[in-house]
């Protein structure tokens, strides 16, 4: 009895429940708008002016939807009448740049320093830490850039990747305090991070990839720099074929103006040796001078726990004073592995220049390896390990130097000789390693050298001119 009662409560609850559901009219999807939030149209041929009127309303954080945003000219950010800004992407977003110039500009009157003194109010009301993350930037346009800002204070540009471009992030004017990070700044016909007439102290480039830009990867040119850091980089191929002008994968450049309190650590930087005069670090210290003394070299400078290789010059110093080298490993320096120039206080420590045969493929046995010391003063060459170099007069040149004190180096399969000093004075070479296995002419060669001191080396081969120098 109770069984059949069930089922007929069953029956009888399951025919209201169809009856509530037959009356209730089916309800219209909701249009409600999200500020700030922009949908790609698959159909448009431009949408400058429609993301435009959206940054201009002031509405502060713009996120785009998946899909592609034509422009026909810059999105401009003006910090100052907008207000905060930030552009988000979520990875989904592409904006299609189709004009001459940025796809972004971001736009800031901060005129100051980085001292919290001279930042004025209204930055800290209207303008700081303008954002941008998420998205990706393709040009079409021959002059079409990725991001351009001046002004700003605390730009962070996160987790974008520009390509197709001809400058991916370029930084004019003024800048203080940026942050590049988790960036791909891939395959532009110009530079990667392009530092340009640019007064910027603070700005650190971390975690990015930056590749195949044909002008250079992080390039600094008339600028003055303070407070660079670039950390754990990948930086490959940033230059153009065997035509193309000199470049390097990173590239600063003091003269006509400054640079100094650089750092680069922990990256990846190599390719492509074809490129005239290619360089993986090239850095001119020349500062413009000043009225309190004669010194010209600017400097400051770590290169410290990189992989560098496969390019005509791994490290190119030129007219820099204070660098600290150390802790790299190094091959593949075509013409050679370490130029040096008129630099003075430099500690070139605990590195590896090696010759490793595995990399022998294609032409990689023509490297030529070596360092190469000239118009230097004060610097100390220390624990290093140099093997396999393949240069007609030296694994290691140094010329024109004074207070050269070169210690503790393994020096091995060198060729022809081992170090030689040519026209240097109060120099100190000691504890050395020579050893080769072919038939060198000589572990160490002497040139015109006064006041030298050679004691306590291993070598596998003479020492040549030493009667002719005058020894402390």
């Given at each position: 009895m109770s069984f059949r009662i069930a089922v007929v409560l069953l029956l009888m609850f399951g025919l209201v429940r169809l009856s509530a559901t037959e009356s209730i009219p089916e309800q219209p999807k909701s249009e409600v708008s999200i500020p700030g939030y922009i949908e790609a149209i698959a159909d448009s041929e431009d949408d400058t002016e429609r993301i435009q009127t959206i940054i201009d309303s002031g509405v502060g954080s713009i996120r785009f939807g998946k899909g592609t945003f034509k422009l026909s000219k810059p999105l401009e950010i003006r910090l100052d009448e907008v207000g905060f800004t930030s552009l988000h992407g979520d990875g989904v977003a592409r904006l299609e740049m189709n004009g001459a110039g940025p796809a972004v500009r971001f736009i800031g009157?901060?005129?100051?320093?980085?001292?919290?003194h001279t930042v004025k109010e209204d930055v800290w009301e209207q303008q700081r830490t303008p954002l941008m993350d998420g998205i990706e930037i393709v040009g079409t346009h021959a002059d079409a850039n990725g991001v351009?800002?001046?002004?700003?204070?605390?730009?962070?540009?996160?987790?974008?990747?520009?390509?197709?471009?001809?400058?991916?992030?370029?930084?004019?004017?003024?800048?203080?305090?940026?942050?590049?990070?988790?960036?791909?700044?891939?395959?532009?016909?110009?530079?990667?991070?392009?530092?340009?007439?640019?007064?910027?102290?603070?700005?650190?480039?971390?975690?990015?990839?930056?590749?195949?830009?044909?002008?250079?990867?992080?390039?600094?040119?008339?600028?003055?720099?303070?407070?660079?850091?670039?950390?754990?980089?990948?930086?490959?191929?940033?230059?153009?074929?065997?035509?193309?002008?000199?470049?390097?994968?990173?590239?600063?450049?003091?003269?006509?103006?400054?640079?100094?309190?650089?750092?680069?650590?922990?990256?990846?930087?190599?390719?492509?040796?074809?490129?005239?005069?290619?360089?993986?670090?090239?850095?001119?210290?020349?500062?413009?001078?000043?009225?309190?003394?004669?010194?010209?070299?600017?400097?400051?400078?770590?290169?410290?726990?990189n992989?560098?290789?496969?390019?005509?010059?791994?490290?190119?110093?030129?007219?820099?004073?204070?660098?600290?080298?150390?802790?790299?490993?190094?091959?593949?320096?075509?013409?050679?592995?370490?130029?040096?120039?008129?630099?003075?206080?430099?500690?070139?420590?605990?590195?590896?220049?090696d010759r490793n045969p595995r990399y022998h493929y294609s032409d990689g046995s023509q490297a030529t390896l070596g360092l190469l010391i000239e118009d230097c003063q004060d610097c100390v060459l220390n624990a290093n390990m140099i093997t396999g170099t393949n240069h007609e007069i030296a694994a290691v040149q140094m010329r024109n130097c004074d207070r050269m004190n070169v210690t503790n180096n393994t020096i091995l399969e060198y060729g022809r000789c081992g170090l030689l000093l040519e026209n240097v004075t109060r120099s100190r070479v000691s504890d050395c390693l020579f050893g080769s296995d072919g038939e060198p002419e000589c572990s160490i060669e002497l040139k015109e050298c006064d006041q030298y001191m050679l004691r306590d080396n291993y070598i596998s081969a003479p020492v040549l001119g030493a009667e002719n120098a005058t020894k402390d």
């Amino acid at each position: 009895m109770s069984f059949r009662i069930a089922v007929v409560l069953l029956l009888m609850f399951g025919l209201v429940r169809l009856s509530a559901t037959e009356s209730i009219p089916e309800q219209p999807k909701s249009e409600v708008s999200i500020p700030g939030y922009i949908e790609a149209i698959a159909d448009s041929e431009d949408d400058t002016e429609r993301i435009q009127t959206i940054i201009d309303s002031g509405v502060g954080s713009i996120r785009f939807g998946k899909g592609t945003f034509k422009l026909s000219k810059p999105l401009e950010i003006r910090l100052d009448e907008v207000g905060f800004t930030s552009l988000h992407g979520d990875g989904v977003a592409r904006l299609e740049m189709n004009g001459a110039g940025p796809a972004v500009r971001f736009i800031g009157t901060h005129g100051g320093t980085a001292a919290p003194h001279t930042v004025k109010e209204d930055v800290w009301e209207q303008q700081r830490t303008p954002l941008m993350d998420g998205i990706e930037i393709v040009g079409t346009h021959a002059d079409a850039n990725g991001v351009e800002a001046k002004g700003t204070m605390q730009l962070t540009l996160s987790r974008l990747t520009i390509r197709k471009c001809r400058h991916a992030v370029h930084l004019i004017d003024r800048n203080r305090n940026v942050i590049l990070s988790e960036c791909h700044l891939y395959e532009n016909s110009g530079i990667g991070v392009f530092l340009d007439h640019l007064n910027l102290h603070q700005i650190n480039i971390c975690n990015c990839h930056i590749s195949y830009n044909q002008q250079g990867g992080v390039v600094s040119l008339d600028s003055e720099i303070r407070n660079l850091q670039i950390g754990t980089c990948d930086i490959e191929g940033n230059m153009g074929d065997e035509s193309a002008p000199p470049s390097a994968n990173v590239h600063i450049d003091g003269s006509n103006s400054s640079i100094g309190e650089v750092a680069i650590i922990g990256c990846t930087i190599q390719h492509a040796h074809d490129a005239v005069e290619s360089a993986n670090i090239r850095i001119d210290g020349t500062g413009n001078p000043l009225t309190f003394t004669d010194e010209t070299r600017h400097g400051h400078i770590t290169i410290a726990d990189n992989i560098l290789s496969d390019v005509q010059f791994n490290i190119d110093l030129k007219h820099c004073r204070g660098v600290t080298i150390t802790g790299n490993t190094i091959w593949k320096g075509y013409t050679c592995d370490l130029r040096m120039n008129d630099c003075k206080d430099v500690i070139l420590a605990s590195n590896v220049f090696d010759r490793n045969p595995r990399y022998h493929y294609s032409d990689g046995s023509q490297a030529t390896l070596g360092l190469l010391i000239e118009d230097c003063q004060d610097c100390v060459l220390n624990a290093n390990m140099i093997t396999g170099t393949n240069h007609e007069i030296a694994a290691v040149q140094m010329r024109n130097c004074d207070r050269m004190n070169v210690t503790n180096n393994t020096i091995l399969e060198y060729g022809r000789c081992g170090l030689l000093l040519e026209n240097v004075t109060r120099s100190r070479v000691s504890d050395c390693l020579f050893g080769s296995d072919g038939e060198p002419e000589c572990s160490i060669e002497l040139k015109e050298c006064d006041q030298y001191m050679l004691r306590d080396n291993y070598i596998s081969a003479p020492v040549l001119g030493a009667e002719n120098a005058t020894k402390d």
